[in-house]
């Protein structure tokens, strides 16, 4: 007969946590900007700067002006005129300075803003790399200046044609579909040989990174801050016409977060300088957040690292190995009791494919009946195994569940002037949290999983049944809980510099981890039971 | 149908997927805003130009906080009153993670103004998991103005109501101890009754901000019942390592000895209090702390700081109010400690700590950078001290601003203009 209690615990179990993994989901749809914020988070505010993005507000005499006062060093002196549509190209030649030792020539379009706003980012790189930079319609007459040394044409052919570079020995042309594009190529392009572009990539983590945003149609706005690229090494990168931030632009700003190692005091840090009136406040926010330091373990709460990465692969491979189990048990096992069927399906999410080789490992063998129920003949390992999972398949996920809602809630914490100094860890979120799980994860397993397995299996009393069932949850769950709570400890309070929240993915991890921590070391503890014939294995 | 139905399945997910990159589209941001024009920049340094502690704890939390969405929200936020022991209390006590919490004043008259009730809601604080999920901290704050916060604001507020601030800071202990489920062995100590004794200790409260560790009080000439009490609490052979914020004018040697019968003492001091904070950037404790047979964790304090690429955070010594919020800006962004400057003066000792750490040319694409930050308005800090102050933290020569910092290689000085003809 079957027993109502153990799918409406695998239900809760299944609401709780799925419920989380949504809550964590929704996390990354809010940073794809999908989900506005309740509250107007403009409203109120007193300037637009941010701790990682400065932001300079103006017309393009405003910025020019602004910054000539601001920023005194010679390097980073440009023309003393405001650039406009018509002198952009008279504004750069007068800004630079060339480096007669350099081996590179960059080759750049004249002409309107549309040829600006393809140039500008090699016109940052020139800026602060002193490299000498030719206009395409002035090769003859700046022979000496291409004359042994590698020609980078920046642009597509539509501004800079083949027809133009006739003559030219040698020479490598930087494109890309969109300015923005280009912008980014140019921030991680680096030729070794002849010193030409930033080399900005992902894995140089120790460089202090300022770039200068503005988009493509106030390259204008982009030339007047050329200051920053002499003084602070900033490179340009582009948002889009409707103020928000272009896919290549996003992605390449967020492999840009620095991390750290001991505190987050240490080098480097990133910066933004925004130059532009369409930036958004959204992306504005965005930028700042895509930079802001993280522990090195993961890269925090938003940006991907290789520790969330290799978590996510191990929930959703255990996730497939329970829907796996559970589909095939439905078809292929129909001798299989329901409650371990579905104590196989939940255990094994929680045991990617350690759960599935069990399974197999379990039910491919011989079967016999023992007072009309069907069990399996196995070795003594995986009776322990197959033992250890009637326990766990509805403990640890219970515990998750109710561990889950503590952190939802928040944990509860005592910390009054009367309570013992000694045991004040009692009063403490953290061990009042594992305390709560074990507790209340050995009560839902007893009460509506051993209990009524055991009323259908035995002939007993009541009270004595369920003392019997609590007994045995009590060691299952004691079992398991040596390894899960230890392992969620250490991670939680030692290993991870800051405890993750109840939607980081980090949370899951620890704890799906722990959980399978947890089996490893309860398997051996089962061993011991099916060898004292505490616990049956054969189910 | 069924086919059809089926192939455009990896679609809608190939669309969800290009879509997930992320989408920031939305009106101009920064138009006329009341203080943007007044927010001047230099190369490496940002002022963020409050005239009074109220719109400079603002200014503060809208610059750490975009509060877009949950990541950049604050945790929790502070309200304290416009009294310079609780808000330094607090500030060391409450801001660190898990809490993550910046600081707002009442007003004189104990209520929450307009504009700093607007920032809370702009905030929409996330809440603090292992504390009940609260989110406003309230420390001495009038019923009626809490009550506002949770009727109106929908906040849950826990209350911490203590005026003498030595028992603050005890009661701040226990709450920190539930809250991370451990006492902090190392304790910054602070005296209560000297006239400096909190400008002396602003730094190594910079960095409570940014690391949470232990704070308590003393007197210049004795300790209180309540800081030996937190002492003991600290486990273990060595008990407390201990921090005096000041030299022995501020805590005397009779109460330096006095704190040995408790563990570890130091000193991070100065000759004056610009000096303690410029000592407190630059000083470093660390050694053995705790552990079994296994698992000894060192102790670790102070930023540390003796070479360039990092972030400051300059503050006139006599703003107590307004830099006490400001360290917040060691806890987010670029991290980093206070130091104390006059109005239009950078005092020697700050001045010879600058030069210490002052950039240098280092690699052809791009080169270490110092950041800083200017509290308060121009009369709080003149805009010539913030371009000296810029000049300190810049990459260039001091006495020859010229140079390029893109190294040694001789440059052309004729400019592109003159040889392209």
Redesign the interface.
């Known amino acids: 007969m079957l027993r109502w209690t153990y799918p409406v615990l695998a239900v809760f179990i299944l609401v709780v946590v799925g419920f989380g993994l949504g809550l964590t989901l929704k996390?990354?749809?809010?940073?794809?900007?999908?989900?506005k914020?309740?509250?107007?988070?403009?409203?109120?505010?007193?300037?637009?700067?941010?701790?990682?993005t400065?932001?300079?507000?103006g017309n393009v005499q405003e910025i020019h002006d602004?910054l000539k006062e601001?920023?005194?060093?010679?390097?980073?002196q440009t023309a003393d005129y405001v650039p406009g549509i018509t002198n952009w190209k008279?504004f750069?030649?007068?800004?630079?300075?060339?480096?007669?030792?350099a081996t590179h020539v960059i080759i750049i379009s004249a002409g309107g803003e549309d040829a600006l706003a393809w140039a500008l980012p090699a016109i940052f790189f020139a800026k602060?790399?002193?490299s000498?930079?030719?206009?395409a319609d002035?090769l003859a007459?700046?022979r000496n200046?291409l004359q042994g040394r590698k020609a980078f044409i920046i642009g597509p052919e539509e501004f800079i044609t083949d027809r133009d570079l006739e003559g030219l020995e040698v020479h490598e042309r930087i494109t890309a579909s969109t300015p923005a594009g280009l912008a980014v190529k140019i921030a991680r392009y680096?030729d070794s040989e002849t010193?030409f572009g930033?080399?900005?990539e992902y894995h140089r983590r120790t460089?202090?990174?300022?770039y200068v945003i503005t988009t493509p149609f106030e390259a204008l706005q982009g030339l007047a801050a050329l200051?920053?690229a002499?003084?602070?090494?900033a490179a340009i990168l582009y948002a889009?016409e409707?103020?928000?931030?272009p896919?290549i632009t996003?992605?390449y700003m967020w492999s840009q977060r620095p991390d750290w190692f001991?505190?987050?005091?240490e080098?480097?840090?990133r910066?933004f300088w925004v130059v532009s009136?369409?930036?958004?406040?959204?992306?504005?926010?965005?930028m700042?957040?895509s930079i802001?330091?993280a522990s090195y373990p993961d890269l925090?709460?938003?940006a991907l690292g290789p520790l969330e990465a290799g978590i996510i692969i191990f929930i959703v491979l255990g996730i497939a190995g329970g829907i796996f189990i559970m589909v095939h048990s439905s078809y292929m096992l129909p001798g299989v009791m329901l409650p371990m069927k579905i104590s196989w399906t939940l255990g094994s999410m929680l045991l990617p494919v350690l759960g599935v080789i069990l399974y197999f490992s379990a039910y491919r063998r011989p079967v016999y009946h023992e007072h009309k129920m069907m069990r399996w003949l196995r070795p003594q390992n995986i009776q322990s195994a197959a033992a250890t999972m009637m326990g766990f398949g509805y403990g640890a996920p219970a515990m998750i569940a109710v561990a889950w809602l503590f952190?939802y809630?928040?944990?509860?914490?005592?910390?009054?002037?009367t309570?013992n100094?000694t045991v004040?860890?009692l009063?403490?979120?953290?061990?009042v949290m594992m305390l709560g799980m074990y507790l209340g994860a050995i009560l839902l397993a007893a009460f509506l999983v051993q209990f009524p397995m055991k009323q259908s299996m035995m002939e007993m009393e009541n009270g004595e049944m369920l003392w019997n069932a609590l007994k045995v949850t009590f060691l299952s769950m004691t079992a398991v809980s040596l390894g899960m709570m230890t392992f969620t400890w250490w991670m939680m309070?030692t290993h991870l510099p800051?405890?993750p929240?109840?939607?980081d993915i980090m949370w899951f991890g620890t704890i799906w981890i722990a959980s399978f921590v947890g089996f490893i070391v309860a398997w051996p503890l089962n061993w011991v039971m099916i060898r004292k014939k505490l616990k049956n294995g054969n189910m | 149908m069924e086919t059809c139905n089926m192939k455009l399945i990896p679609l809608i997910l190939g669309l969800l997927i290009?879509?997930?990159?992320?989408?920031?589209?939305?009106?101009?941001?920064?138009?006329d805003?009341?203080?943007?024009e007044?927010?001047?920049?230099?190369?490496?340094t940002?002022r963020?130009?409050g005239s009074d502690p109220q719109?400079q704890a603002?200014?503060l939390t809208?610059?750490?906080y975009?509060?877009?969405?949950?990541?950049?929200a604050a945790g929790a936020i502070m309200l304290v009153p416009q009294d310079e022991a609780i808000a330094f209390t607090a500030m060391h006590r409450i801001t660190h993670?898990?809490v993550n919490a910046p600081l707002f004043y009442l007003d004189e008259e104990g209520k929450i103004s307009p504009?700093t009730f607007?920032?809370m809601?702009?905030l929409?604080p996330?809440?603090?998991?292992?504390?009940?999920?609260?989110q406003v901290y309230a420390v001495n704050v009038p019923e009626g103005e809490v009550r506002r916060i949770e009727d109106n604001l929908k906040y849950k507020v826990r209350r911490f109501n203590e005026t003498d601030p030595v028992k603050l800071a005890e009661l701040l202990d226990?709450?920190q101890?539930?809250?991370?489920?451990?006492?902090p062995d190392e304790v910054i100590i602070s005296a209560v009754d000297h006239p400096d004794g909190i400008k002396h200790g602003m730094g190594a409260m910079g960095w409570n901000a940014?690391?949470g560790r232990g704070f308590a009080w003393v007197y210049t000439d004795s300790v209180p019942e309540a800081t030996k009490k937190m002492l003991k609490?600290r486990y273990g052979r060595h008990g407390s390592y201990m921090y005096l914020t000041g030299g022995p004018e501020v805590i005397s040697d009779k109460v330096a000895k006095e704190l040995g019968e408790y563990g570890h003492v130091r000193r991070v001091a100065g000759e004056d209090v610009y000096a303690s904070s410029a000592v407190n950037a630059g000083y470093k404790d660390f050694g053995r702390n705790f552990g079994w047979a296994w698992g000894w964790t060192p102790r670790?304090f102070g930023?540390g700081?003796a070479q360039a690429?990092?972030?400051y955070i300059f503050s006139n010594a006599d703003n107590v109010l307004g830099t006490i919020p400001a360290v917040v800006?060691?806890h987010?962004?670029?991290?980093?400690?206070v130091l104390l400057v006059d109005n239009d003066e950078l005092p020697p000792s700050v001045a010879d700590y600058l030069e210490m750490v002052k950039p240098f040319p280092a690699?052809?694409?791009?080169?270490?950078?110092n950041?800083g930050w200017i509290i308060g308005d121009d009369s709080t800090i003149s805009r010539d001290l913030q371009?000296e102050i810029?000049r300190y933290l810049?990459p260039?020569p001091l006495e020859n601003?010229?140079?390029?910092?893109?190294g040694d290689?001789?440059?052309?000085?004729?400019?592109?203009?003159k040889?392209?003809?």
């Open positions: 996390e990354g749809v809010e940073v794809a900007g999908f989900v914020p309740d509250q107007d988070p403009e409203r109120g505010r007193l300037m637009m700067h941010m701790k990682n400065t932001r300079i507000s602004r601001a920023i005194p060093y010679e390097a980073a008279d750069v030649k007068s800004s630079l300075t060339i480096d007669s030792t602060y790399n002193n000498p930079l030719v206009f002035e007459a700046n200046l680096r010193g930033w080399g900005r460089g202090y990174f300022q200051p920053l002499g003084s602070n090494a889009n409707k103020g928000g931030l896919g996003d992605a001991v505190t987050p005091s080098g480097p840090f910066h009136e369409r930036l958004s406040y959204a992306a504005q926010g965005r700042d957040l802001e330091k925090g709460h938003v952190a809630f928040g944990f509860p914490i005592f910390y009054g002037e309570f100094e004040f860890w009063g403490a979120g953290m061990p309070m800051m405890m929240q109840e939607d | 290009l879509f997930s990159c992320g989408k920031s589209e939305g009106p101009s941001a920064g138009a805003l009341a203080l943007q007044e927010s001047t920049v230099t190369a490496f940002t963020l130009p719109t603002l200014l809208q610059t750490v975009a509060a877009t969405r949950e990541d950049n993670m898990p504009e607007q920032e809601r702009r929409r996330d809440g603090v998991m292992q504390d009940g999920q609260k226990r709450w101890a539930a809250l991370k489920a451990d006492h940014h690391m609490r670790e930023w700081i690429g990092h972030n800006l060691g987010m962004g670029k991290h980093g400690p690699n052809p694409q791009e080169t270490i950078l950041f371009k810029d810049s260039f601003s010229g140079d390029t910092i893109n290689s001789e440059t052309e000085q004729d400019t592109l203009n040889t392209q003809t």
